[in-house]
Structure formats: structure tokens, C-alpha cells
């Protein structure tokens, strides 16, 4: 995919029901390297935005920390019976 804009190294798009996440990797004039968590929900004729910037610095700690959040909960799904299995 090439990029419109300069800056943006790397893009990826995730639908997930009626949310939108747009997961941006992005270069800065001084040329730190940081994550642009987008996330797009409409709300009553309104789409709401919410963004989260990741800088460099930050990326492998903010990786565990999801990583950790994200076992936890496939965990307590899969504690309810409720995971998918395929």
C-alpha cells in the first residue's frame, strides 16, 4: 500500500462490529518513530473519534501492558465457555 502521506510508514485498518480502529505508524520531522491508535464509533448520527499516541519510547512497555490486558480477558471469556473454538 503505498502512502499519501509522508510521514506514515505504515498503515492497517480493523472493522470490528460497529467500531473502526486505524492502527497508524507515523515519523515525525525530527524522526522519532511513534503509534497512532484511531478509533471511530457512531453514536446517535455522530461518529465519535478516539486516538491514542504511542511515541518509540514507550512501545515495549505499552505492548506488554496490552499484551497482558488482552490474555486477561481471552482468558476470563474462555472461563464463561464463551470463546470460539474453530
Given amino acids: 500500500m503505498e502512502n499519501q502521506n509522508r510521514d ?3 498503515t492497517r485498518k480493523v ?3 460497529r467500531r473502526t480502529y486505524h492502527f497508524n ?6 524522526g522519532d518513530i511513534y503509534i497512532v ?3 471511530a464509533t457512531p ?5 465519535k473519534h ?5 511515541y518509540e519510547d514507550h512501545i515495549e512497555d505499552f505492548q506488554t501492558g496490552l499484551a497482558e490486558a488482552a490474555e486477561f480477558v481471552l482468558d476470563a471469556v474462555a472461563g464463561r465457555g464463551e470463546l470460539n473454538q474453530e
Avoid: P, T, W, Y
Fill in 8 to 10: 506514515e510508514l505504515f
Fill in 15 to 17: 472493522i470490528a462490529g
Fill in 25 to 30: 505508524v507515523k515519523q515525525s520531522n525530527h
Fill in 37 to 39: 491508535i484511531h478509533e
Fill in 43 to 47: 453514536e446517535a448520527g455522530v461518529v
Fill in 50 to 54: 478516539h486516538r491514542i499516541v504511542v
